[in-house]
């Protein structure tokens, strides 16, 4: 039973318009959140994270939101860039050393 | 800037084999994972580990193995492999349990 869905199994987008990737999740017991990014034949990267405690977080071009009420949080990239063409997971963390993964949304960036 | 290397990158196994996975980091974390990854699904946990000598049971750690001998490498190992354990393996390793997992690039493993 997956704890957190990405429920966009791909997103597309033009250059220079917004992203906007959606997360939910289930366990009211995560306190920390992450967003990873994840080329072809290459590990995932840490993009952004989030704790529980605040609602909105901030680095560069990527922005993470997250509405505890809700279960949800979001990620927006603006403007989106070509190399921003990728697997994007959101991950989930109760506080007992083990990630939750959501399935992924693939992003393409239309030139 | 190594920093977590995985070996191999690749390997076809037939039902039955026996191998090892091998996860070295090069930053001294203190904790290290092992997931797999498979089409449609997140990156699930098999085993972790938080610190030398010390392993423990992840989400889904039937049919795996691992050790943690020295604090920069985790092995993972399958006894007796079967065609459900084909899925590409991560290996991720942190400084401390509220830091960002820095991953392998993995290893693709086939099970005929």
Same mark, same amino acid.
């Given at each position: 039973d997956q704890q957190v869905k990405q429920n966009s199994p791909s997103l597309s987008v033009q250059e220079g318009r917004i992203s906007i990737l959606n997360c939910d999740y289930t366990? %009211?017991?995560?306190d920390y959140f992450l967003w990873y990014k994840k080329y072809p034949a290459e590990g995932p990267t840490f993009l952004i994270s989030i704790s529980s405690i605040k609602d909105k977080n901030e680095d560069g071009r990527f922005t993470v939101f997250l509405n505890k009420s809700a279960k949800h949080l979001s990620l927006h990239i603006v403007? %989106?860039?070509?190399?921003? %063409?990728a697997v994007y997971f959101c991950a989930a963390d109760n506080n007992d050393y083990k990630l939750s993964f959501g399935a992924g949304t693939t992003v393409t960036v239309r030139a | 800037n190594a920093g977590v290397t995985q070996t191999p990158k690749f390997r076809v196994l037939k039902t039955g084999q026996s191998m090892t996975l091998l996860c070295a980091q090069d930053?001294?974390?203190?904790y290290m994972y092992w997931y797999r990854q498979d089409p449609g699904m997140g990156l699930r946990l098999i085993h972790y580990s938080v610190g030398e000598g010390t392993t423990a049971k992840g989400e889904v750690p039937d049919g795996y193995n691992v050790s943690r001998?020295?604090?920069?490498n985790f092995l993972l190992g399958l006894e007796s492999a079967a065609p459900s354990q084909t899925s590409v393996y991560f290996c991720a390793s942190s400084y401390s349990r509220d830091q960002p997992q820095h991953f392998g690039d993995g290893t693709r493993l086939s099970i005929l």
């Open positions: 366990n %009211s017991m995560f403007p %989106s860039q070509p190399g921003d %063409s | 930053m001294n974390h203190e001998l020295k604090k920069q």
